[in-house]
Nanobody
């Protein structure tokens, strides 16, 4: 399984970005997908995930109500990020695990993308 993340960039506080993660090598519909982020000097943290069926989504408290995760067949998961704050600045990673349901830990995922930088200026 290979994951390719894209869509990061520089945006002012209050702005929006949409991150994309394309999966290849396996059937997209079999995989639960997650987004994590890592700021300088901090551990990688959970942001959001969607179950392999696409029927349920989960969010960290810090992004709830501002970020939305979705699956778009045949092979892309999106993270729509609105009302961005400077504290959202980080490298964002997408991850996948077969038949994943509500997995919010780094160790719970088997495959990772390369990361995309999001910078929010105040």
């Amino acid at each position: 399984v290979q994951l390719q993340a894209s869509g990061g960039g520089l945006v002012q506080a209050g702005g929006s970005l949409r991150l994309s993660c394309a999966i290849s090598g396996r059937s997209f519909s079999d995989y639960g997908m997650g987004w994590f982020r890592q700021a300088p000097g901090k551990e990688r943290e959970f942001v959001s995930c969607i179950t392999w069926t696409g029927s349920n989504t989960y969010y960290a408290d810090s992004v709830k109500g501002r970020f939305t995760i979705s699956k778009s067949y045949p092979n892309t998961v999106y993270l729509q990020m609105n009302s961005l704050k400077p504290e959202d600045t980080a490298v964002y990673y997408c991850a996948a695990v077969r038949r994943g349901e509500g997995i919010m830990t780094v160790k719970g995922y088997d495959y990772w993308g390369q990361g995309t930088q999001v910078t929010v200026s105040s």
